[in-house]
């Protein structure tokens, strides 16, 4: 149980009038409990009041490796008991109207427990738990650090090896034995080539990498449940002068976002000054993503760095930014890095980035 986290969401909840958090999401049940335990049918609820420890409604399946987390208000349930009952009767004792469920909540789940408390208004716990989360203590930044430095010692030694005739997928299967050989987790690994790179969520394929490709390599990796995510974008031998020009306007919009980052700005501002460089070269139509997101125990989690997003960034924060430009049937080129909020402007927890674009041979 991790008191100091748990003591932040009940002061949070106070905060936005919120009587109690339900939450399901493994990762955040684990991130307050040490308890993880994956999504599945049985409902397993881990609940909050503005006081007092938390209370758990989990199969009793799972009722003792809870308890050995140091999860001790437990009400285990059996197959053919009504579980959202028994939560009712949970936030009725303590007469919880005003209840904040997280974003993973499953819709039969939800459903079926508003169901059970028709005097109840449910919300997100966006706006609680998940802010909570944003501000990063410091053993989490040393594990984010961590993850990082293994995505970039595993990027450099891929330089080492790539070749042109290279499937997409052998470069992704290289690059992810080389990220577990420094301790980390593979998690993702996009590697998109020529035309492939204008596809943002491309899915990877046995096309070699081929003289004249501008090739996205975007991938992570998991340390101790925290996680890495970075993109590059390197050349196959020789590419065009438009590529290089591409190439050019992401680098420059990247770091003018980084120099736009502080605590107290929103995450519009830091969209808008990233956004600002792509569309004065002309290629604001070509830019359709958001600049980041966050990143913690999760690879997408607040804050938002969007258009218009009022996110205001606090110290702790640890985002991505990613502009990219994405040429329909021709190229994309993404640059991306994850950095952390601090009251002066920020830290980088990668690399840097190269301000011209790598050529392999």
Same mark, same amino acid.
């Given at each position: 149980?991790?008191?100091?986290?748990?003591?932040?969401?009940?002061?949070?909840?106070?905060?936005?009038?919120?009587?109690?958090?339900?939450?399901?999401?493994?990762?955040?049940?684990?991130?307050l409990t040490g308890f993880a335990e994956g999504t599945y049918e049985r409902f397993l609820s881990l609940t909050l009041f503005r006081e007092g420890a938390p209370v758990l409604v989990c199969p009793?399946?799972?009722?003792?490796?809870?308890?050995?987390?140091?999860?001790?208000?437990?009400?285990?349930?059996?197959?053919?008991? #009504?579980?959202?009952?028994?939560?009712?009767?949970?936030?009725?004792?303590?007469?919880?109207?005003?209840?904040?469920?997280?974003?993973?909540?499953?819709?039969?789940?939800? +459903?079926?427990?508003?169901?059970?408390?028709?005097?109840?208004?449910?919300?997100?716990?966006?706006?609680?738990?998940?802010?909570?989360?944003?501000?990063?203590?410091?053993?989490?930044?040393?594990?984010?650090?961590?993850?990082?430095?293994? $995505?970039?010692?595993?990027?450099?030694?891929?330089?080492?090896?790539?070749?042109?005739?290279?499937? &997409?997928?052998?470069? !992704?299967?290289?690059? !992810? /034995?080389?990220?577990?050989?420094?301790?980390?987790?593979?998690?993702?690994?996009?590697?998109?080539?020529?035309?492939?790179?204008?596809?943002?969520?491309?899915? #990877?394929d046995d096309r070699p990498l081929t003289k004249g490709d501008v090739v996205v390599i975007d991938f992570g990796c998991e340390v101790e449940g925290y996680q890495a995510d970075i993109t590059r974008?390197?050349?196959? !031998?020789?590419?065009?002068?438009?590529?290089?020009? $591409?190439?050019?306007?992401?680098?420059? %919009?990247?770091? %003018? /976002?980084?120099?736009?980052?502080?605590?107290?700005?929103? /995450?519009?501002?830091?969209?808008?000054?990233?956004?600002?460089?792509?569309?004065?070269?002309?290629?604001?139509?070509?830019?359709?993503?958001?600049?980041?997101?966050?990143?913690?125990?999760?690879?997408? &989690?607040a804050p938002e760095i969007g258009p218009g997003s009022p996110d205001v960034l606090m110290p702790g924060d640890c985002f991505s930014v990613e502009p990219g430009i994405y040429l329909p049937l021709?190229?994309?080129?993404?640059?991306?890095?994850?950095? #952390? %909020?601090?009251? &002066?402007?920020?830290?980088?927890? #990668?690399?840097?980035?190269?301000?011209?674009? =790598? +050529? =392999?041979?």
């Open positions: 149980m991790n008191q100091d986290r748990i003591a932040r969401v009940q002061a949070r909840m106070i905060e936005v009038g919120v009587d109690a958090v339900a939450l399901t999401s493994p990762v955040k049940v684990d991130y009793a399946l799972t009722e003792n490796q809870a308890r050995r987390h140091g999860i001790e208000d437990i009400h285990p349930w059996r197959d053919g008991e #009504n579980p959202y009952a028994l939560l009712h009767g949970l936030l009725a004792k303590r007469s919880a109207l005003r209840v904040a469920v997280d974003d993973e909540y499953w819709a039969k789940h939800l +459903l079926a427990l508003q169901h059970e408390c028709p005097g109840c208004h449910f919300s997100l716990a966006s706006d609680v738990v998940d802010y909570v989360m944003r501000a990063k203590a410091p053993d989490e930044l040393a594990k984010l650090r961590a993850a990082g430095k293994i $995505v970039d010692d595993a990027f450099a030694e891929l330089l080492t090896v790539i070749r042109a005739g290279q499937t &997409e997928l052998e470069v !992704q299967a290289t690059l !992810q /034995g080389m990220v577990a050989a420094r301790g980390g987790k593979p998690t993702f690994c996009q590697v998109a080539a020529g035309p492939a790179g204008a596809e943002p969520h491309h899915q #990877n974008t390197i050349g196959v !031998q020789e590419v065009s002068a438009r590529a290089h020009e $591409v190439y050019d306007v992401v680098y420059r %919009a990247h770091m %003018a /976002g980084r120099n736009a980052i502080r605590a107290g700005a929103t /995450g519009g501002h830091v969209d808008h000054a990233t956004r600002q460089v792509i569309e004065d070269a002309g290629f604001g139509e070509f830019f359709n993503h958001r600049t980041g997101h966050g990143i913690g125990r999760r690879v997408h &989690e021709e190229l994309g080129v993404r640059i991306e890095n994850i950095v #952390n %909020a601090t009251a &002066e402007g920020h830290d980088c927890l #990668n690399a840097e980035p190269s301000p011209t674009m =790598i +050529l =392999i041979s």
